[in-house]
């Protein structure tokens, strides 16, 4: 059975790809080059592919809390490595300095 | 005997996210025995070419990196000797009786680096179960599975202060410096390679502003062949790789990076020159470490300097 295949927008950077449910976004970012400056050790151990979801259902994998903590996840920002799809999904690269 | 006090670095323990996910990247894909689980549920595992009861030790955590990096030495009169030397040099330290959190080891020193690390010394370990022959000995005890790394080899470690930490390991522990890179200043050390006998590195010390951090760990592969193996197990298995394969100018190795299911890096590296004490030091400009690290590149990829767990 071929995986299921979501559409992923980063409006913030105009970028629009697709993302398999059994792969990682970071997976996704990668081949579409959307952000190379994400790319790090693809395990949630680095912390260097935070993202914030605006909008999507997703599936999430194990994350570091040295990197994200469990107030960061209710408020939907990840690891874009530890992240799955589970619908079309809007994304934030996540900004500390915008935070407020 | 010639080689004394520090023997070699032959302990890790690091820290995982997903246990499962971790002992079948190390015992599967690495190629490393599993030894057993301690009381509380870390696990214990060696490379086929150890004698030692375990070289690696999983943690599962709620952060991926490293808890400490042990070495190993001549006596326990040396150990008793390392620990009047770590006194008047300062660092704290703790004596942790044997066979307590680490199974099969005997008393250990444990000394806190100004990086935030922790370098664990000990004199005594049992003999694992299963180790190279010894009488009319196979080259292997048995067919190595996967990649089959035959021993723990080094660490990159970085942190703060690690002028500091370098000194320690000269100073107290009669390291070697094998190689060293400069800052753009050319004066200050960004990066030490030190060796306690004939190794290019048991360990290698960068200086960044986090403590504590772990870069990579080095396993041992025998050459170019092992290292084309071990590439192909990581793509046929979807292994997240960092770079290579590839050859550093530091040390001559032969390479690739990866990461482990938690997104700490390890290497399997082969060849690179032996190390004498009576070597000068070899020294690289900031402006040439592309070379030093991506020889046949010559420039580092986006996230090698700055992905640590």
Known sequence: MTARRYKVEIPGLGAVFFCREDESLLHAIRRAGAAPGLIGCFGGGCGRCKVRLLQGQVVTGPMSRAHISEADEAAGIFLACRVYPRGPLQLALYLPQAEG | MAITGVLRSGLMQLRVLDMDAAVKHYVDYL???LVGKTDDGRVMLKCWDEF????????????????????????????????????????????IP????????????????????????????????????????????????????????????????????????????????????????????????????????????????????????GFKLEDWTEIGKAADIISINDIALDAGPMRHGVTRGKTIYFFDPSGNRDEVYAGGYAYYPDMPVREWDFDQIGKGIFYYTRELNDAFLSVVT
């Not at chain 2, 375990?54 to 326990?76: I, N, P, Q, Y």
């Not at chain 2, 292997?140 to 990649?147: A, D, E, H, L, N």
């Open chain 2, 52 to 95: 030692d009861h375990h070289c690696f030790v999983l943690r599962l955590a709620d952060t991926a990196g490293m808890d400490l990096m042990g070495f190993k030495v001549e006596s326990d009169a040396y150990l008793d000797h390392l620990e009047r030397e770590t006194k008047a040099f300062g660092l704290p330290y703790k004596i």
């Open chain 2, 31 to 33: 190629g490393m025995d």
């Open chain 2, 98 to 217: 044997a066979n307590t959190d680490q199974p099969g080891f005997g008393r250990r020193l444990a000394v806190d680096l100004p990086t935030g690390h922790r370098f664990d010394f000990y004199a005594n370990v049992e003999m694992a179960a299963e180790t190279p022959g010894l009488k009319n000995p196979d080259i292997y005890p048995k067919t190595p599975r996967g990649m089959g790394v035959s021993c723990f080899d080094h660490a990159l470690l970085y942190g703060p202060n690690s002028a500091e930490a370098v000194r320690y390991c000269t100073q107290v522990m009669k390291m070697g410096v094998v190689e060293r890179a400069y800052l753009p200043d050319g004066e200050n050390v960004l990066c030490t390679w030190l060796t306690s006998a004939n190794r290019t590195h048991d360990v290698a010390i960068l200086e960044y502003d986090k403590p504590g951090k772990l870069h990579h760990v």
